[in-house]
């Protein structure tokens, strides 16, 4: 995704307030974390990180994490 089409999918996106990434993480305060993640993003053209945090939380947003979690022992 180029960094129009994220800002356009996160402008519209209904964003849940927490959001399984994986099996081991789990994203709290979703719409925070996306507007951060955004103003980093146009703050800093080089910066991969953000680009890279957007676009696990989109694909966390169109394919849910339906697997086991990590046990607790």
């Given at each position: 995704m180029t960094d129009e089409e994220l800002i356009a999918y996160f402008e519209y996106a209904k964003l849940p307030e927490t959001l399984r990434?994986?099996?081991?993480?789990?994203?709290l305060n979703v719409r925070k974390s996306v507007d951060r993640s955004l103003e980093?993003?146009?703050?800093?053209?080089?910066d991969v990180h953000s680009r890279y945090h957007l676009k696990r939380i989109a694909a966390a947003i169109e394919n849910p994490?339906?697997?086991?979690?990590?046990?607790?022992?």
């Open positions: 990434l994986d099996r081991a993480s789990t994203q980093v993003m146009l703050a800093d053209p080089k994490y339906s697997g086991p979690e990590i046990p607790r022992f």
